[in-house]
C-alpha cells in the first residue's frame, strides 16, 4: 500500500509528517511525504518556516512526472500553511484522480482546537469551496466540525446531524475526531465516523494531563486512512483506531510525557492494548 501524505513537519516532538509517517510504515505503508512548513516544533516560541506553494506544487509534479501514481492508494493532506499551498493542493488532487480514479482523498481540515483558529482564516474558504468537495474522507475535530458547518455539535445527534451536513458537500466519510459531547461522560472521549446514511460511536477513557499531547489527531488520521483501505469497512476501521489511540495515551501518560511516544509504544500501533466497541447511532 502507498499514501502520499502532505503535511506539516517538525524536528522535535510529532506533528503532521511527524506523526503520521512512522505510524503509517510500522502499519506496512509507504509512505510519500511531502512537506508543507518546517518546523523546529510545535507550539510556543517554534521556529522555521512555511515551504513555499511553489515549491510543494514542484514536488507533486516531480512525483507525478515518475508515473507513479497509478500505485498510489491514497492521499492525505493536513496542515498546509497558506492559502496558496491549499490551491496548489486541489489542483494536484485533481489532476491526481483522474489519472487515478481509485485513488481515495483523505482531508483533515487543520484549522484549529479548543475554540482558536490557529491558521489564515482564507484556508477555510478552500477548504469548504475546493479540498472538502474532492475528499473521500475528511477529518475534522469537533471544533473544526463547528466551524466548516456553522452548526453547534454539542450533543451526540447534533455531532452526527454537523457530520451529515459536511457530507452533502461531497466527501462519502466524515470522521470527528476528539469528540467530547455535552450529554456524554466526561470521563472518555470519542471519535465518530459519519456516512450520509449511518454514523458510528466509539469511546475510550480520558487521560487528564497538564499539558495537552500534540499531533495525536495527526495519527488518528493516518491510522484510520491506512486501516480502512486495508479492510474497507468503517466500523472496524473506527474500532482499531480508538485502540491505537487509547495505547498511545495511556503509554504518554504512564511515562509522563507531553509527547506521544511512536517509537517506544510503536507495537501499539500493530497491536492495540484493548478493543474498544463502536455503536451505531
Keep these: 500500500m502507498n499514501i502520499l501524505s ?20 510500522r502499519m506496512w505503508v509507504n509512505v510519500w511525504p511531502v512537506y508543507t512548513v518546517l518546523f523546529s516544533h510545535s507550539g510556543p516560541n517554534r521556529k522555521g518556516a512555511s515551504v513555499s506553494a511553489k515549491t510543494v506544487e514542484a514536488v507533486l509534479e516531480g512525483i507525478d512526472a515518475q508515473g507513479v501514481l497509478g500505485q498510489c492508494d491514497g492521499i492525505l493532506s493536513g496542515y498546509l500553511g497558506e492559502p496558496e499551498t491549499a490551491e496548489a493542493l486541489g ?16 482531508c483533515d481540515p487543520v484549522m484549529g482546537d479548543d475554540g482558536r483558529v490557529y491558521v489564515d482564516k482564507a484556508l477555510t474558504s478552500w477548504f469548504l469551496n475546493s479540498l472538502i468537495p474532492m475528499a473521500d474522507i475528511v477529518t475534522p475535530n469537533q471544533f473544526e466540525l463547528e466551524l466548516l458547518t456553522g452548526l453547534r455539535a454539542s450533543t451526540l445527534d447534533s455531532v452526527k446531524m454537523a457530520g451529515q451536513a459536511l457530507t452533502a458537500l461531497g466527501p462519502e466519510i466524515v470522521l470527528v475526531t476528539s469528540v467530547m459531547p455535552d450529554d456524554s461522560d466526561n470521563s472518555k472521549v470519542g471519535m465518530m465516523v ?64 507531553n509527547e506521544l511516544q511512536l517509537i517506544e509504544a510503536q507495537d501499539k500501533l500493530v497491536n492495540p492494548p484493548l478493543v474498544f466497541t463502536a455503536q451505531c447511532l
Design 6 to 25: 502532505i503535511q506539516s513537519h517538525v524536528s522535535l516532538g510529532h506533528a503532521g509528517n511527524a506523526s503520521a509517517v512512522f505510524p503509517l510504515q
Design 91 to 106: 489542483d494536484a488532487v485533481k489532476r491526481f484522480k483522474q489519472q487515478n480514479p481509485e485513488l481515495l482523498y483523505c
Design 194 to 257: 459519519v456516512t450520509e446514511r449511518d454514523a458510528w460511536y466509539v469511546q475510550t477513557p480520558f487521560f487528564e494531563k497538564p499539558g495537552a499531547i500534540g499531533g495525536s489527531g495527526d495519527v488518528a488520521t493516518a491510522v484510520f486512512l491506512a486501516r480502512y483501505l486495508a479492510v474497507k469497512d468503517l466500523k472496524p476501521a473506527l474500532e482499531y483506531t480508538a485502540g491505537v489511540m487509547f495505547g498511545l495515551f495511556e503509554h504518554a501518560c504512564q511515562t509522563g510525557s
